[in-house]
DNA sequence: CCGAATCCTAAAAGATACTG
DNA sequence: CAGTATCTTTTAGGATTCGG
């Protein structure tokens, strides 16, 4: 299967979303990578494990229910793997799972696409609006 | 500066994304890409021009609100061409602009990822529901 | 320290009806 | 044909409090 052509690829990628069960399930997966959070929790893991109170210190502005809640879901999809270790004070630690760095490179030229044009895509809004 | 060795680059997106204003900027636009139906339409708009009624009809289940709504923001973006032909009936015809096209290469590769993990996924969280 | 439970608001999205 | 307007439902996310 080809997917390095756009042009090709881009229409098998329109199929697989327009069908009934398999769109839902991988706009499903889709929106969960793209919400608020989850890109920004990947990448902070990214590079080793940290436990919970490290993630909620390295990602500003995020409230513990957000973190646990996009840790309990990327758990549950399987890129993130959650280790309790046994002790007083309790201490978890979070890792990326293969799949979970897997995930790394495609998020990675996303979000450099989007930081390149963001100077463009504001000058664009920009003139927009005047309009 | 170097956006293709994952363990480096990702700690660079890190930066960007918790930077105060860039990071929202930022945030926004990455949300805005990957919201309900804009790459489904970008996706859809691969290949050439197409009017109103046509990208409605390619899209199945989405509202004409939703699309009108979707297509403004595009435009706004600088992401897609809106042009509208003085005639009766109405003609108006979007198309990606460069900026647009630029856009298909890494949502193909976000959009491959995730279509190629599906069966993976699902099963993680089948096997996470028994747990 | 880690996180579950609850309550609340704002935004997104859907349904429906209408118009130049 | 290509929208706009309005209404309702749904969801995401934040604040706070409590528990193991």
């Known amino acids: ?14 199929s697989c979303m327009i069908r009934g069960d398999g769109g ?9 990578i793209c919400n608020k959070w989850t ?3 990947v990448a ?11 993630l909620h210190q390295r990602i500003p502005g995020i409230s513990q229910r957000m973190l646990t809640l996009t840790l309990r879901h990327l758990e549950r999809d399987g890129l993130v ?6 002790e007083v004070p309790p201490r978890v ?4 799972t293969a799949t ?3 995930l790394l490179e495609p998020a990675l030229a996303l979000a450099g ?4 044009h963001v100077p463009q895509i504001e000058a664009s809004r920009e003139a927009y609006k005047k309009a």
Chains 1, 2 share one sequence.
């Open 1 to 14: 299967m080809c997917l390095t052509n756009g042009g090709v690829a881009m229409k098998y990628v329109h």
């Open 24 to 32: 839902r399930t991988l706009r499903a997966i889709l929106d969960q």
């Open 39 to 41: 890109l920004l929790v």
């Open 44 to 54: 902070t893991l990214d590079g080793g494990t940290l436990r919970f109170k490290e």
């Open 81 to 86: 793997s959650r280790t309790v270790h046994a």
């Open 93 to 96: 630690e979070y890792e990326l």
């Open 100 to 102: 979970g760095r897997s």
């Open 113 to 116: 696409w989007a930081i390149e």
